[in-house]
């Protein structure tokens, strides 16, 4: 029977504890210092912030991993299913700490933060998750799906700037949704054809046949699910770049023309 080894468990569970920390200690401290604002935000408002703020942090750290891996781990890109998994086991039991983590907030906080499918988002992830903590399959592909973590921070200050009062139309905002509608797509869009080709690769071999059936659901259901809500979300961002494009006013067309003179000065 497959186990977690205890590197993996006390991983996940130093995971756990630090974004609790993170969430009742480290940003209710930070953001109090550094953003006014925060202050004056509703008892909801704040549980909120904390949970978004701890979301960015976990992004941040499982996103740059994953590229890290990808790039330079060679056992798993040379054998997506069944490759020396260690340091992907590192970085999906990060992520299984701040899930669970994070589900406990949420019913917890439920009045505040409360969504059924963010709890069965979670509950699907840990599912998966457990082939490649337990048994080492598939490390290729779980550790590519992370790497869509790195469109969260981008979510989550677009809330920031709504809760504390910006503009729609004010340079932030609009800089930030130009860069949330341009990270979302080069990690969840633009690297499709690269996971769907890898699939199809090793479909059908000897390792994918070591795959218990179960792995295969865990892998594959969850992939195409999620790719087709990314779709939908990618046209609905850009539905709503387009329509902000075209909408007449001196007032949006300078505000473009300084969001683009921004963008193009830190290149």
Known sequence: M???????????????????????????????????GYRRLSPRHTVEWNSRTVSTFHALIVGLFCLYILLFDNAVNEDPVWGDPSLVKINVAITCGYLISDMLLICYYWLAIGDKFFVIHHLAALYAYYYVLSIGMLPYFANFRLVAELSTPCVNQRWFFE????????????????????SFFLVRIAVMPMYYTRMYAVY???????????????WMGPSFCLDIMNVMWMHKMARGCISVLRSPGKHRRTAFIK???????SD
Do not use: D
């Open 204 to 218: 059908g071999t000897e390792p994918f046949y070591r795959v218990t059936f179960g792995g295969r659901c865990a």
């Open 2 to 36: 497959a186990s977690f080894s205890p590197l993996v468990l006390s991983i996940a569970a130093t995971s756990f504890v630090t974004f609790q920390c993170l969430f009742h200690f480290v940003s209710p401290w930070i953001s109090a210092q550094f953003c006014p």
């Open 259 to 265: 969001v683009w003179g921004v963008v193009l000065s």
């Open 163 to 182: 809760v504390l009062g910006y503009p729609k139309k004010s340079l932030p905002n609009m800089v930030n949704g130009i860069a949330m509608t341009a």
